[in-house]
């Protein structure tokens, strides 16, 4: 049995802590969203609570309650910047659930009819996310 808890230094702890840079589009007091650097569609991000918590199964229900309400906003912010007609939200929990960030995060995938998700593991252009994260910051001003 892995143990299950929680590493300070993973790598969206990092990103809380400034350390490693990632590409910012909604900040409050209790979340951040940031640019997914593989993304499975454009506009692909990722929400996290600030306090750390591994995933679904360790978060209190503050976390919860505050990190989905993140989550929606920015769900209607994706789909009125990339004009998607809906939203895929994925989350993954322990090695055996497909996570491999131990950091409690939602991913936030915009999509149009007919859109197929790419396959995970690609890293993508970082100029094409800037731009991307540009457009979502618009949407939510
Ligand atoms: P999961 O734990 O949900 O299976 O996958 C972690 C997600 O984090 C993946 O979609 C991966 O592309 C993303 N990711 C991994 N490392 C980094 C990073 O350093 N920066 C950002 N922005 N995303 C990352």
Known sequence: MPTMTYDPDNIFAKILRGEIPA????????????????PRADGHL???????????????????????????KLSHAVM??????????????????GQEVFHLHFHVLPRRE?????????????????????QIRAALA
Not at 61 to 72: E, K, N, R
Not at 80 to 93: C, L, M, R, S, W
Not at 114 to 134: C, F, S, T, Y
């Open 80 to 97: 009125k910047a990339f004009g998607a007609e809906g939203v895929t939200i994925q989350q993954f929990n322990e090695a055996a659930g």
């Open 23 to 38: 590409t910012k589009v909604y900040e409050d007091d209790e979340t951040l969203a940031f640019m997914d650097i593989m």
């Open 46 to 72: 990722l929400v996290i609570p600030k306090t750390p918590c591994r995933n679904l199964l360790d978060a209190s229900p503050d976390q919860l309650a505050t990190v989905m309400q993140a989550v929606q």
């Open 114 to 134: 007919g859109d197929r998700l790419r396959p995970p593991g690609q890293m993508g252009d970082m100029e094409v996310i800037a731009g991307h994260a540009e």
